[in-house]
Nanobody
Framework: QVQLVESGGGLVQPGGSLRLSCTAS????????LGWFRQAPGKEREFLAC????????YYGDSVKGRFTVSRDNAKRTVYLQMNNLTPEDTAVYYC????????????????WGQGTQVTVSS
C-alpha cells in the first residue's frame, strides 16, 4: 500500500512563494510517476504538474506554466512543487498522487492520493 503525505501548505501573500513536499512510504518510489493536483471550493480537481521517475518527462497545467516547478528526490522518496508568484486564485487544497505507469494529466491515471494540504493566498 502506498501512502503519500503532503506538507508545506499555509498562508502566503499574493506574489509570494511556497514549496510543497510529498513523501511516499514505498520502497520502490523511483518507479512511480508523481503528479500534483488542486481543488478549490466549488470547483473540480485540477491538474497542475507531473513528472516521470527520472524527470525526463514533465507536464504542467496551463494555469501554472511558468510559475510552478515540479521536482523529485528519489533517494528521499519525495516530490516537490515549487510555487512562485502566487495569486488568490491559487487558493485550494493541493494533492499529490502516484501512478505506477507513465506520467499523466488525468485524475483517473493515478492510483494513490495524499490527503491534501491547504494553500491560502491572501493579503
Amino acid at each position: 500500500q502506498v501512502q503519500l503525505v503532503e506538507s508545506g501548505g499555509g498562508l502566503v501573500q499574493p506574489g509570494g512563494s511556497l514549496r510543497l513536499s510529498c513523501t511516499a512510504s514505498v520502497p520502490d518510489f523511483s518507479r512511480f510517476s508523481l503528479g500534483w493536483f488542486r481543488q478549490a471550493p466549488g470547483k473540480e480537481r485540477e491538474f497542475l504538474a507531473c513528472a516521470s521517475w527520472n524527470l525526463d518527462s514533465k507536464y504542467y497545467g496551463d494555469s501554472v506554466k511558468g510559475r510552478f516547478t515540479v521536482s523529485r528526490d528519489n533517494a528521499k522518496r519525495t516530490v516537490y512543487l515549487q510555487m512562485n508568484n502566487l495569486t488568490p486564485e491559487d487558493t485550494a487544497v493541493y494533492y499529490c498522487a502516484a501512478d505506477g505507469t507513465g506520467p499523466g494529466t488525468e485524475e483517473w491515471q493515478y492510483d494513490y492520493w495524499g490527503q491534501g494540504t491547504q494553500v491560502t493566498v491572501s493579503s
